[in-house]
């Protein structure tokens, strides 16, 4: 399912920090690591967000199916009693 692949974005996004020294002696290294870290924070969110809608989105579509399958029976059963 796509939120089972949303979730799996999410978990490699939190098995790949940009850590501490991995940049050397780059004169702005702390910068970058700020906007990294403010990246990959703003990145968790929009992926939290996007899981519950589209587990919002599974829940609704699985209730419009639900009552789908109610509309057949109920249909079928009226069906069923015309022709005797």
Do not use: W
Not at 67 to 74: E, G, H, K, M, Y
């Amino acid at each position: 399912m796509l939120r089972d692949d949303v979730r799996a974005v999410e978990h490699a996004r939190q098995a790949s920090p940009l850590e501490r020294g991995a940049l050397g002696k780059i004169l702005p290294a702390e910068e970058i690591y700020a906007e990294f870290d403010e990246a990959t924070q703003a990145t968790e969110e929009n992926l939290v967000d996007l899981m519950d809608s589209l587990e919002g989105m599974a829940e609704r579509l699985q209730l419009c199916r639900d009552l789908f399958v109610a509309t057949d029976q109920i249909i079928a059963e009226g069906l069923d009693r015309m022709r005797g």
